[in-house]
C-alpha cells in the first residue's frame, strides 16, 4: 500500500455493517469503468484477536474502524463520484463532507507506507510477554511497538492471565478501541 504519484488515501462513511460489501461494489466499478488509474485500492482495516467461546481459543478478525473505509485515490470529480455515490456509503471524512485525505501519520498508524514515509527496517521478532505491568484502568498509555506505535490511548481493560490490555485511541475524529500486548505499550507520567 503507497502513495502512488500524489494519490492520496481518503476515509468514506458507510452504513455499519456494509464496509466489505462497499469495499467490493467500488472495486467492481472501478473495473467496470476502467479507472484502475484512478482508484488504485480499498481496504477494511483489521486486527486480528483471539477469543474464546464455548472453552474453544481461536482467531477472529476485527475491522479496526467499524463503518469506515479507507480508499486510495486521485480525487477527481469521476472518483468522488463513484465512492460517494455507492450503495452503503453516507459521504466521506471531512468537513460537510469535503473529503480530506489521511495524514502521513495516521497512516503510519495503520502501518500504510507513504511516499513522504519510506519503508522501515523489518519489525524485530517479538518480545517475550511481560508477566505484569504497572498500569490501572484510566492511566494514559503511549503505543510503543505495532501498527499503532507513536498514539497515545486510555486503558479500558486489562488482561492479565493473556499479558494484554485493551485501550481506547483517538483515530479519523472517533474513539477505536484496540487489544495490545504488555510489551507494546508504556505508562505515561504525568
Given amino acids: 500500500m503507497s502513495d502512488s504519484n500524489g494519490a492520496k488515501w481518503y476515509v468514506a462513511h458507510t452504513y455499519s455493517g456494509y ?9 467492481a466499478t472501478v473495473q467496470s469503468r476502467n479507472m484502475e488509474d484512478v482508484i488504485l485500492e480499498v481496504v477494511v482495516p483489521m486486527y486480528d484477536v483471539e477469543e474464546t467461546k464455548n472453552g474453544e481459543r481461536k482467531v477472529v478478525s476485527k475491522k479496526i474502524f467499524p463503518s469506515y473505509v479507507l480508499v486510495n485515490m486521485y480525487m477527481t470529480d469521476e472518483s468522488w463520484y463513484v465512492v460517494r455515490n455507492t450503495r452503503g456509503v453516507t459521504g466521506f471524512v471531512g468537513p460537510a463532507s469535503k473529503p480530506v485525505p489521511l495524514t502521513d501519520r495516521e497512516l503510519a498508524g495503520l502501518g500504510i507506507k507513504t511516499a513522504a514515509a519510506p519503508a522501515e527496517a523489518p519489525e524485530p521478532e517479538p518480545k517475550a510477554p511481560v508477566p505484569t505491568i504497572d498500569v490501572k484502568v484510566g492511566d494514559r498509555i503511549e503505543i510503543t511497538d505495532g501498527s499503532f506505535s ?20 483517538y483515530m479519523f475524529n472517533t474513539q477505536t478501541l484496540i487489544e495490545l500486548d504488555f510489551s507494546q505499550i508504556k505508562k505515561i507520567e504525568l
Avoid at 19 to 27: D, R, S
Fill in 19 to 27: 464496509e466489505n460489501k462497499v469495499k467490493a461494489n467500488i472495486e
Fill in 150 to 169: 507513536g498514539n497515545e490511548g486510555t486503558v479500558e481493560e486489562i488482561n492479565m492471565g493473556g499479558h494484554k490490555i485493551k485501550a481506547s485511541i
